[in-house]
């Protein structure tokens, strides 16, 4: 979810929440106080009905403005003592709805004759005042939430612009290793933010550019004396005057240096990957890449009387990859799918719309699946191979975002590709 | 048969040196720029090894001044760096042939007779050893006048151990030679014995001698002696 969205949602939320409390409270107090005004009005006209009834005798058509309605029984002895305010409910005979009412009953005592008076005033007219008011002040609460929305995305875009800046830059550090330095910040925070940011990819940067100058130098480095003791083996074995023995020691020497030889010359393809030395698209066809990659394997195919089954399905597609790079990808995958298949085993090649599929037969991984990518790890059983040729097709999927899934069922091994479009 | 070398680094050079002489080749040295630049008309070289990391000057430079000072040589780059630009800037400079360090001195001597041969003798050309007669350029392989039917990998393999007739050559050497990058990173050598039992069977049926010679394990040694 994204931040202003996040935050709009928090503040929409909240604020509803906030104004509904506030409303139900709102409401509830107008409506007491209405309500008091009322009864102070009733205690009111209950002076005027006691001044009527000292005057006149005909109480039931009495009839004073302000007064509803007005009902005088006449009982034999108070029913109550005090004044009583109540709600009732009236159908009024002219419209037949119902009305509600506030009422206030009291006892009147006449001579030896005692009355019980209720006075009704209909609750309409302040009602009505409630409910324009609420209705007035919920249309300014949904102005007023709308207008906070609408400034809250303008004032969010512009504080939140250094920070936006920030990330986009910290993305292309990633490709480019080139230190993030942001521009003058007045918000305390966003300058801190652009401090540390400094500092860390700095050092990031820097540690990058050294490990790799490390790397470029050694592996290097390493290839002249590889190259002199190589040579001097080479020599040493024309001698005649060496025994068996010496020879089995001299051979353990030339094996030892052609293998580190092959491990430097690998640790520097996957340094020159890493620092995306090779940049050169071309238009790649898989099925040819694979073919021709078949082509020059097959004496190992053979050699194993390993099944190739092919299911050329993506019509010919053209993928945009540097031409060594996509070739270090196939033969690496191809070779891995020679060497871990059994004896007369079968490889299946499946191309598809955006997806390449390589299975082959075999036992299963003697070491935890997570770690089939990671350099070094390697069946333990099987010499001469340092377990860089899996890391190096992660490289090569990595520089173009492309997703590889391993997968072990029914004795093969599967690898999936998922191309970008 | 004479042939410069140029190589910075003392005890490399030393080897090939050393090698190549055994292999009948006369050598001139340079150690750096200027020095080859010197050398580079006083003889006609059959074959010159150009190092590209050198100090006084660019390899690459030298190459195409080489390139111009004489047409029918051999250019062989070494160098250590193994990236397909720097293999295609090297051959467009000139040379004939690009092998990255560290290399095998067998796999150099049999580069420079192929560079060689490419560059001085436009086909035609008949290699002999014993009673084998090869015609590298139309890939035919003879025994006592019997055409032998060999494939691809199995020629390049007899090419390989008759430039070094004599030689002891390493199986590692021989699969990154037949091979290239290809070679060697199955731990196992396997493809190497199979091509080799083949090639021997195949020369063996015509009534040839054994001339493939096992030493202790470390290689093979092509000659005609039976001891060893």
């Known amino acids: ?421 | 048969m004479r042939i410069l070398i140029v190589e910075d680094e003392n005890s490399l050079m030393e080897s090939m040196v050393s090698y190549l002489e055994m292999e009948g080749f006369k050598c001139e040295q340079a150690a750096d720029y200027h020095t080859a630049v010197c050398v580079l008309d006083k003889h006609h070289y059959m074959c010159m090894l150009i190092d590209l990391n050198l100090p006084g000057g660019d390899g690459l430079e030298l190459v195409k001044l080489a390139r111009e000072n004489d047409k029918e040589s051999g250019i062989i780059i070494i160098s250590a760096r193994n990236a397909i630009e720097q293999r295609v800037e090297g051959l467009e400079a000139g040379a004939d042939d690009y092998l990255v360090k560290p290399f095998h001195l067998s796999e150099l001597v049999a580069r420079v007779h192929s560079v060689a041969r490419r560059t001085r003798l436009k086909g035609g050309e008949v290699l002999v050893f014993d009673r084998i007669r090869v015609q590298p350029e139309e890939r035919n392989c003879f025994v006592d006048e019997k055409h032998i039917d060999l494939t691809q990998k199995e020629l390049d393999l007899l090419l390989y151990f008759m430039a070094n007739r004599g030689r002891v050559v390493t199986k590692e050497g021989i699969a990154d030679y037949l091979w290239g990058d290809y070679g060697g990173d199955y731990g196992s050598y396997d493809f190497v014995y199979t091509h080799l039992k083949n090639l021997r069977r195949k020369l063996m049926e015509a009534g040839c001698p054994d001339y493939v010679h096992n030493i202790y394990g470390i290689g093979y040694k092509f000659s005609l002696d039976q001891e060893t």
């Open chain 1, 1 to 421: 979810m994204k931040l202003l969205t996040k935050s709009t949602l928090l503040t929409a939320t909240l604020s509803l929440f906030l104004f509904f409390i506030m409303g139900v409270i709102f409401f509830q107090v107008l409506k007491n106080m209405s309500l008091s005004t009322l009864d102070r009005e009733l205690g009111d006209l209950k002076e005027v009905v006691e001044d009527h009834m000292l005057e006149t005798d005909d109480y039931q058509n009495l009839s004073l403005p302000g007064i509803d309605s007005l009902v005088v029984l006449p009982v034999e002895r108070p029913v109550q003592t005090g004044v009583i305010f109540g709600d009732s409910v009236m159908r009024d005979l002219k419209d037949k709805q119902f009305r509600t009412f506030r009422y206030l009953q009291f006892n009147k005592a006449k001579g030896d004759q005692y009355y019980l008076v209720t006075i009704f005033k209909s609750t309409n007219p302040t009602d009505k005042l409630v409910e324009q008011v609420t209705l007035m002040i919920t249309l300014m609460v949904i102005l007023f939430i709308a207008g906070i929305f609408i400034l809250n995305r303008f004032i969010f875009g512009s504080l939140w612009k250094d920070f936006f800046e920030a990330i986009e830059k910290l993305k292309r550090f990633e490709k480019t290793k080139e230190p993030v330095i942001l521009g003058e910040q007045d918000i305390q925070e966003f300058d801190e933010l652009k401090r540390v940011l400094e500092v860390m990819t700095r050092r990031l940067a820097n540690d990058y550019r050294e490990l790799k100058e490390y790397t470029d130098h050694t592996t290097h480095e390493l290839q002249t004396p590889l190259a002199v003791i190589k040579s001097k083996t080479d020599l040493l074995i024309q001698s005649d005057k060496l025994g068996a023995h010496e020879m089995k020691l001299l051979e353990a020497i030339n094996t030892s240096v052609h293998q580190l030889s092959r491990l430097n010359s690998t640790l520097t393809l996957i340094t020159r990957i890493e620092n995306r030395q090779f940049t050169a698209e071309g238009e790649i066809r898989l099925d040819k890449l694979l073919d021709r990659h078949l082509e020059l394997l097959h004496e190992h195919i053979e050699l194993k009387q390993i099944k190739v089954e092919k299911h050329y399905n993506d019509g010919g597609r053209v993928i945009l990859m540097d031409q060594g790079l996509a070739d270090l990808l196939v033969a690496n995958l191809l070779k891995n799918a020679i060497v871990h298949n059994s004896e007369g085993g079968t490889i299946i090649l499946e191309t598809g719309p955006g997806s390449l599929i390589i299975s082959n037969d075999g036992p299963p991984l003697t070491f935890d699946k997570e770690e089939l990518f990671t350099r070094f790890v390697r069946d333990t059983k099987r010499s001469g191979n340092f377990g860089l040729g899996l890391s190096l097709v992660k490289k090569v999927c990595e520089t173009y975002q492309i997703i590889i899934e391993y997968s072990f069922e029914d004795q093969r091994h599967t690898f999936l590709l998922n191309l970008p479009d």
